[in-house]
């Protein structure tokens, strides 16, 4: 039995090892800036909305956006590759991290919290193969035929409001995370720009927590209506921020604050903690 734990302790050590690369850490960093490209582009998209120009604000929108530029598709494979490393490194951190944490609780919020963003980053070079294979995708619509389908299933109303109201607890986790300023942990001392790099963290985490909240209400409008269409994801969001009183200072806000995030995160490609 010593014998088999000990080789089996040795395998996990090897595959974490592998899994924390020179080369794999490299192209998980750049990941970060390709996520950073994404908002930032995101947010210039935003700010043309109340002014009927500008295209999808979303994801799939400022992805689409790359694929039209000259070396376009070469640049989107890279963005798959780095946000592919991204998700395997935090698939890692999940498994492996997890096992030196002693107490149970925490072992099991570091595993689920680096799970999920694993999710995310896999979702986002999933999306980036899509476009580099000369697909497209419309996340507007996806997100509604998404909605209809599970609404159409048993219990499906209900799960559509536990997703919206999950959605809305994870835009409020940002703004808490943005305004205690607790992203730093996942840094590196910055040094001389620390300054700069904190304010820029605060802004980006507080304006995506505003908008996935929206999100969520949107969802949650759709299953109580009974109408899919409502539910139009980060697109949708951004122009429901935009029809409101104020709505284009609070839009042209909300798409400065993501342009921030997108710039925090091209900051954790430099600083993050790897």
């Not at 698939?91 to 570091?110: C, N």
């Not at 909240?213 to 139009?232: E, N, R």
């Amino acid at each position: 039995m010593g014998e088999a734990s000990q080789k089996a302790n040795r395998a996990v050590s090897e595959a974490a090892s592998a899994s924390r690369s020179p080369a794999l850490t490299a192209l998980a960093r750049a990941g970060f800036v390709f996520i950073g490209l994404v908002h930032i582009l995101i947010g210039a998209i935003a700010l043309q909305i109340d002014k009927g120009q500008g295209g999808q604000a979303d994801q799939s929108g400022a992805i689409g956006s790359l694929a039209s530029k000259p070396g376009g598709p070469l640049l989107l494979w890279a963005g798959f590759a780095a946000c592919a490393a991204l998700a395997l490194w935090m698939i890692s951190e999940a498994v492996f991290e997890a096992r030196s944490e002693t107490d149970g609780k925490k072992k099991l919020q570091k595993a689920g919290a680096a799970a999920g963003k694993a999710v995310v980053f896999g979702f986002l070079a999933f999306t980036f193969s899509v476009f580099a294979a000369g697909g497209n995708k419309n996340s507007s619509q996806s997100a509604s035929d998404f909605t209809a389908k599970l609404m159409g299933a048993p219990a499906g109303v209900v799960l559509l409001i536990v997703v919206g109201l999950a959605i809305i607890g994870a835009g409020a986790y940002y703004v808490y995370r943005g305004v205690t300023r607790k992203f730093m942990k996942d840094l590196q001392d910055p040094g001389q720009v620390r300054t700069a790099v904190e304010w820029l963290g605060t802004i980006g985490y507080a304006a995506k927590g505003l908008v996935l909240a929206v999100v969520g209400v949107l969802i949650i409008a759709a299953a109580a209506t009974a109408d899919p269409s409502k539910s139009s994801g980060l697109d949708g969001g951004l122009k429901t921020l935009g029809s409101q009183p104020y709505g284009v200072a609070l839009l042209g806000a909300t798409a400065a604050g993501l342009i921030c995030y997108g710039l925090y995160s091209m900051a954790r490609a430099r600083y993050g903690r790897f």
